[in-house]
């Protein structure tokens, strides 16, 4: 019996060491988790620290600065990089490229998943597996032809040259069409039983239903267009058609560049990025989880 007594008292107490242990490797466990973090995101925000405190030193102390905070604080720099250049002009421009191409994008690419996901047509699947390999084509590769009908059509400095060959994009809808999937096809027939056709259903049914991955779309489309620089730079050749991260590129000179006020005007620049970002950043977080791209 004492054997038994023992060997009980034994294991209790090898079952408080473990449970004492857990504790500690689950403490342990989250200072690196924490740590990674924080080394991450250091790495992420020192680059956007150089940025702001060179847009507030002289053109001499960002050549001779031994610290990375500037001696006094110039930020009539803003201004003078505004001046330098039509930035008024330049926002505009892609403002309206980047609207166009968003609700070129939400219509266009809806309307494709919506049929890959809810109608049946001959071919479907094939159709869809060559859309899938349309995202292993560099878009380099498809830079030469796209000019060339943008320049027969005579579309240069226009912004239908900015907005046209942009309205679908492959990956908008292959995220729509997985989200589509998961809304249940009972809908559908409820509808059609109610003498629904199939725009109605699309515009009743599923795109209420779609929100948060429309929004999360449009965060993404936004975001590719406000930041696009080839594209914009190939189809426009006088200033005033010219984008805000191609006006940027006057700031680069032959014989020096003005890095001061190339970073002022890169922040102004990045304004409306981190703004878009802030105020939807719930809205994208729902549709990645919803659309299952979050693993």
Same mark, same amino acid.
């Given at each position: 019996?004492?054997?038994?007594?023992?060997?009980?008292?034994?294991?209790?107490?090898?079952?408080?060491?473990?449970?004492?242990?857990?504790?500690?490797?689950?403490?342990?466990?989250?200072?690196?988790?924490?740590?990674?973090?924080?080394?991450?995101?250091?790495?992420?925000?020192?680059?956007?620290?150089?940025?702001?405190?060179?847009?507030?030193?002289?053109?001499?102390?960002?050549?001779?600065?031994?610290?990375?905070?500037?001696?006094?604080?110039?930020?009539?720099?803003?201004?003078?990089?505004?001046?330098?250049?039509?930035?008024?002009?330049?926002?505009?421009?892609?403002?309206?490229?980047?609207?166009?191409?968003?609700?070129?994008?939400?219509?266009?690419?809806?309307? =494709?998943?919506?049929?890959? =996901? $809810?109608?049946?047509?001959?071919?479907?699947?094939?159709?869809?597996?060559?859309?899938?390999?349309?995202?292993?084509?560099?878009?380099?590769?498809?830079?030469?032809?796209?000019?060339?009908?943008?320049?027969?059509?005579?579309?240069?400095?226009?912004? =239908?040259?900015?907005?046209?060959?942009?309205?679908?994009?492959?990956?908008?809808?292959?995220?729509?069409?997985?989200?589509?999937?998961?809304?249940?096809?009972?809908?559908?027939?409820?509808?059609?039983?109610?003498?629904?056709?199939?725009?109605?259903?699309?515009?009743?049914?599923?795109?209420?239903?779609?929100?948060?991955?429309?929004?999360?779309?449009?965060?993404?489309?936004?975001?590719?267009?406000?930041?696009?620089?080839?594209?914009?730079?190939?189809?426009?050749?006088?200033?005033?058609?010219?984008?805000?991260?191609?006006?940027?590129?006057?700031?680069?000179? $032959?014989?020096?560049?003005?890095?001061?006020?190339?970073?002022?005007?890169?922040?102004?620049?990045?304004?409306?990025?981190?703004?878009?970002?802030?105020?939807?950043?719930?809205?994208?977080?729902?549709?990645?989880?919803?659309?299952?791209?979050?693993?």
């Amino acid at each position: 019996m004492e054997t038994k007594g023992g060997g009980r008292e034994m294991s209790r107490g090898n079952d408080l060491e473990r449970k004492g242990s857990r504790p500690m490797n689950k403490t342990f466990s989250n200072l690196g988790r924490h740590l990674i973090l924080i080394i991450g995101a250091l790495t992420i925000l020192i680059p956007f620290l150089w940025m702001i405190t060179t847009s507030l030193q002289t053109k001499a102390e960002t050549y001779t600065a031994q610290s990375i905070f500037p001696t006094s604080w110039h930020w009539e720099n803003y201004l003078q990089a505004w001046q330098n250049a039509p930035f008024g002009r330049f926002y505009i421009n892609s403002l309206i490229m980047s609207a166009g191409i968003v609700i070129g994008h939400l219509i266009f690419d809806s309307l =494709a998943a919506c049929a890959f =996901a $809810r109608l049946k047509f001959p071919a479907k699947n094939i159709l869809f597996i060559v859309l899938l390999a349309g995202l292993m084509v560099p878009i380099f590769v498809t830079v030469i032809p796209a000019y060339g009908i943008v320049s027969y059509l005579g579309w240069i400095d226009t912004f =239908a040259a900015l907005i046209v060959p942009r309205l679908a994009d492959v990956f908008g809808i292959i995220l729509l069409r997985q989200y589509f999937s998961t809304i249940p096809m009972e809908l559908d027939e409820a509808a059609r039983m109610d003498g629904c056709s199939s725009w109605q259903i699309y515009w009743r049914i599923i795109i209420p239903l779609a929100k948060p991955a429309l929004a999360t779309l449009a965060i993404f489309s936004f975001l590719f267009a406000w930041n696009d620089f080839l594209w914009p730079l190939l189809v426009t050749n006088a200033e005033e058609m010219r984008t805000i991260q191609i006006g940027l590129n006057g700031f680069v000179g $032959r014989y020096g560049t003005s890095w001061n006020y190339l970073m002022a005007g890169t922040i102004t620049a990045t304004l409306p990025s981190v703004v878009v970002f802030l105020f939807f950043q719930k809205a994208l977080e729902r549709g990645i989880a919803a659309t299952g791209l979050k693993d």
